[in-house]
T-cell receptor
């Protein structure tokens, strides 16, 4: 049972273009929505995160758009660069005591062409 | 500035063999996690430990056991490895204030 659905599976963008990755979730109890970036041979690292009380969060070239009613959120990478080539995972979680159990999407492999 | 350290980085096992993946964090985090990563499946939670002395099952716990040895260390054991356990395993710890997960670099396990 996949609680967080991510698309597309892969994405190729020209340098300077906009990369858009979409996620949809089912559990309305989720209250934290992070995006993780993973380079080959490395562990995922937090890129940006949002909570459902805001509709958008921007950090540099990276923006999360959040639509609570549609249960969807997306990552926009503006002015995409070859160094952004990586696998991106969306995730969602609800607080469970003192631990947060993240449910991850299936990942998007982004390639930015020079 | 080690963060989360996993050992070994690579391991090949035969079906039925046992092994333990070790994980240690130096960030004084209370919570620690074990995930597995498979192509097209994202990362799936195997077990987690909210605090020292406690462990709980995640999404895919079958075939695994864990031990929270102390606040720093959280190990994952495969008692009788199966080919379906071929995967990349990630250990993580989390900052209680922000919920951010910090991952190790992964352990690539192949079961023949």
């Amino acid at each position: 049972q996949q609680q967080v659905k991510q698309s597309p599976q892969s994405l190729i963008v020209q340098k300077g273009g906009i990369s858009i990755i979409n996620c949809a979730y089912e559990n309305t109890a989720f209250d934290y929505f992070p995006w993780y970036q993973q380079f080959p041979g490395k562990g995922p690292a937090l890129l940006i995160a949002i909570r459902p009380d805001v509709s958008e969060k921007k950090e540099g070239r990276f923006t999360i758009s959040f639509n609570k009613s549609a249960k969807q959120f997306s990552l926009h990478i503006m002015d995409s660069q070859p160094g952004d080539s990586a696998t991106y995972f969306c995730a969602a979680s609800k607080s469970s005591g003192s631990a947060r159990q993240l449910t991850f999407g299936s990942g998007t492999q982004l390639t930015v062409l020079p | 500035n080690a963060g989360v350290t996993q050992t070994p980085k690579f391991q090949v096992l035969k079906t039925g063999q046992s092994m333990t993946l070790q994980c240690a964090q130096d960030m004084n985090h209370n919570s620690m996690y074990w995930y597995r990563q498979d192509p097209g499946m994202g990362l799936r939670l195997i077990y987690y430990s909210a605090s020292e002395g406690t462990t709980d099952k995640g999404e895919v716990p079958n075939g695994y056991n864990v031990s929270r040895l102390n606040k720093r260390e959280f190990s994952l054991r495969l008692e009788s490895a199966a080919p379906s356990q071929t995967s990349v395993y990630f250990c993580a710890s989390s900052d209680r204030a922000t919920g951010e997960l910090f991952f190790g670099e992964g352990s690539r396990l192949t079961v023949l």
